[in-house]
């Protein structure tokens, strides 16, 4: 993942990811909510000490400040899409290999329970946030995340995200979330991203 304060690319097309996810869907929420989380940053950090730091620094430097929290929403929230564009793949899903398929049977006794708890999790997030499967030494748990809030900040290593945000998902689906949950879970999660964060942890 890049460190600096942009826009990365998308890892693929903008209509690789339909039907689970529409192109139009894709254009608003990459193209028009992740972008604004980043030219808002700019603007909120120019001429400070933090313009030049990398994101994750920002996002540290800032958490639980009262007077800087636009600054650690419009942060975290880029760090939050960019790690969600790369949790989900085109032909995606299914049971996990790897470490990460050992660590799942080790948490949840297998796959059919994690996909569960997982589902769970994204659905009784209330209102808007995120669902992660995070290692926190070594152990793989779910998690869930209010608005911006991100394992960054809490020691945790994250391996997958969902976006429940109702933007990620209202022009597919409308209110239906637990489909739109299901869907992702069973057709788009990236495991190989999930294995490449669950090395890097350590």
């Known amino acids: 993942m890049s460190h600096h304060i942009e826009l990365p690319p998308l890892p693929y097309a903008q209509d690789a990811l339909a039907p689970v996810i529409s192109a139009e869907t894709l254009s608003f929420h990459y193209g028009k909510h992740h972008k604004a ?40 929230q880029i760090w939050n899409h960019t790690f969600f564009w790369n949790s989900l793949k085109p032909n995606g899903g299914g049971a996990p290999t790897g470490a990460v398929a050992k660590g799942i049977d080790a948490a949840f006794g297998s796959y059919e329970n994690f996909k569960k708890e997982f589902a769970n999790a994204a ?18 748990k779910i998690v869930k995340t209010p608005n911006a809030d991100t394992p960054l900040t809490t020691g945790q290593a994250a391996l997958l995200t969902i976006d429940v945000w109702e933007h990620a998902y209202y022009l597919d689906y409308q209110n239906r979330r637990a489909d739109f949950v299901a869907a992702v879970i069973d057709k788009l999660l990236n495991w190989d991203f999930a294995n490449a964060n669950l090395a890097r942890a350590g």
């Not at 659905?123 to 793989?140: E, I, P």
Request: glycine letters at 10%; aromatic letters at 8%; hydrophobic letters at 50%.
């Open 37 to 76: 989380y980043v030219d808002n940053l700019l603007k909120l950090v120019a001429g400070t000490e933090l313009a030049e730091q990398p994101l994750e620094a920002v996002i540290k430097a800032v958490v639980g400040k009262p007077d800087r929290v636009g600054v650690f929403n419009n942060a975290a």
């Open 123 to 140: 659905m009784t997030q209330f209102g808007s946030g995120w669902a992660w499967l995070v290692a926190d030494k070594g152990q793989l």
